[in-house]
Nanobody
Framework: QVQLVESGGGLVQAGESLRLSCAAS????????MGWFRQGPGKQRDLVAT???????NYADSVKNRFTISRDDARNTVYLQMNSLNPEDTSVYYC?????????????WGQGTQVTVSS
């Protein structure tokens, strides 16, 4: 099992920045992919960004050039630097860990952290 603890959410004004962190503990499969997803009220959970063990990153079009995902494998932690935030970025942000074991991909989710951007 993998446990994920997110931090860094909060309330900011449009144009400001936030940095989210997600620390993984437990059985850390490697290689793996860690990432961030977000879900607004009444909406589906959507990809924000992912980063693989080798450092390859993938972003949703809506956050490209504003958000940067990074990871520190020594700390089993993934970060999401969010710049130029706008009200449309308001959501609960969830961290996900995906690792290969027992012949399949295994997904683990954090509890979510609220990001609210006021106009």
């Amino acid at each position: 099992q993998v446990q994920l603890v997110e931090s860094g959410g909060g309330l900011v004004q449009a144009g400001e920045s936030l940095r989210l962190s997600c620390a993984a503990s437990g059985r850390i499969f490697s290689p793996n992919v860690m990432g961030w997803f977000r879900q607004g009220p009444g909406k589906q959970r959507d990809l924000v960004a992912t980063i693989a063990s080798g450092g390859s990153a993938n972003y949703a079009d809506s956050v490209k050039n504003r958000f940067t995902i990074s990871r520190d494998d020594a700390r089993n932690t993934v970060y999401l630097q969010m710049n130029s935030l706008n009200p449309e970025d308001t959501s609960v942000y969830y961290c996900r860990f995906t690792g290969w074991a027992w012949g399949r991909n295994n997904d683990y989710w954090g509890q979510g952290t609220q990001v609210t951007v006021s106009s």
